[in-house]
């Protein structure tokens, strides 16, 4: 519910934006901690989630010359780090890729993607707000509360890495299971209380009690710096859990979410997705090279079947469903592109699909 008063802020944020007046800046200006909001393509599409419901996060910290991402905001893991420098509102990170800065205001930021021969429905444009600003605001939304349920604009953070402190515990005893719950950090007696609310098995198994003990006994890896006026701090999470034979096995963990699709999302398809995607995109591309038309339908058919999010694969079927004279189905294809919020996709359906809509 309190979340809705940062949603808030943050549309009033983004909509001075467009009353600012661009200028030269300066790495003073935008030097900070910054929350990312929202994201679309460049040219106005809608971003392809991973899986349904699923919601990229990131925070973006600026220094002088770096600045780091990081994507997990209830845990001290993985920051990814780019070297930088700024040329006429650019933040260079190689020969190849930029970042432009539409928008600046004290509070709020957006940034774009460049790369040199790429279009627009491939480069994505990341609405971003001063994460000073949200904190305040949650603390005042929470003054009067001794109870806290975090979420990803504030929340303590684990230490480490809880993936692999929970892949540790369970010394290689993976069973396939799915569990919801809650952590309650308990910071007036110091400890951990951890409860299973949703399990995809019947009876509580061996590796559920490994993982409840496990963060039970985490107290001490959670920083709690900021906090701690709060005696109870809620901390929502699932846990999929694999087995594949002898050697295959894992753990993914989610915070901050009770939702399964949002921690398959944050780990990202999978190789053979990314890899079989990319394989038949690029067998259709030659085949239209070659003017093989319904050997292309084929590949690209087999493309988004493996990676949804390469809505290429769609434009290029559809092209080579004009070239063979199936209007209709071409038609389809655009208009499912119309749908997913591509506005290439949107405009071809308008140009060429006048009479079936």
């Not at 002898?246 to 949002?262: A, D, R």
């Not at 070659?290 to 559809?318: D, P, Q």
């Amino acid at each position: 519910m309190k979340l809705h008063f940062v949603y808030l802020l943050i549309s009033f944020l983004l909509i001075s934006t467009n009353f600012f007046c661009q200028k030269k800046i300066k790495k003073e200006e935008f030097l900070g901690n910054w929350v990312k909001i929202k994201t679309e393509m460049k040219d106005g599409s809608r971003l392809i989630a991973i899986y349904k419901g699923y919601i990229k996060q990131f925070e973006m910290t600026f220094q002088k010359n770096k600045f780091y991402k990081d994507y997990y905001p209830a845990q001290y893991y993985r920051n990814a780090t780019f070297d930088y420098k700024l040329k006429n509102n650019k933040l260079i990170t190689s020969k190849h890729f930029a970042y432009k800065i539409e928008k600046l205001t004290k509070d709020s930021l957006v940034i774009s993607e460049e790369m040199k021969g790429v279009e627009s429905d491939k480069l994505k444009r990341h609405y971003l707000i001063k994460k000073q600003s949200i904190i305040s605001r949650q603390k005042e939304l929470n003054k009067d509360s001794s109870e806290l349920i975090a979420n990803f604009f504030f929340t303590p953070k684990f230490k480490d890495n809880i993936k692999l402190y929970l892949n540790n515990m369970l010394m290689k005893r993976h069973i396939n299971l799915k569990l919801k719950g809650k952590i309650l950090l308990d910071t007036k007696n110091k400890k951990v209380e951890t409860k299973i609310t949703y399990r995809d098995i019947e009876n509580i198994s061996m590796q559920e009690n490994i993982l409840v003990n496990a963060l039970n006994n985490s107290y001490t890896l959670w920083d709690i710096k900021g906090f701690e006026n709060y005696e109870n701090i809620i901390i929502n999470f699932v846990i999929i859990m694999n087995r594949k034979g002898k050697k295959s096995y894992g753990i993914k963990v989610g915070l901050l979410t009770n939702s399964f699709e949002q921690a398959l999302g944050l780990y990202g398809l999978s190789y053979n997705q990314i890899t079989n995607g990319n394989k038949f995109l690029s067998l259709g591309i030659k085949s239209i090279e070659n003017k093989e038309y319904k050997k292309a339908i084929e590949y690209f058919t087999k493309s988004f079947k493996s990676n949804h999010t390469l809505v290429e694969s769609l434009y290029n079927r559809a092209f080579c469903l004009y070239k063979l004279k199936e209007y209709n189905k071409a038609c389809e294809d655009w208009n499912i592109l119309k749908e997913l919020g591509q506005k290439k996709g949107e405009k071809l359906f308008k140009k060429n699909c006048k009479i079936i809509e």
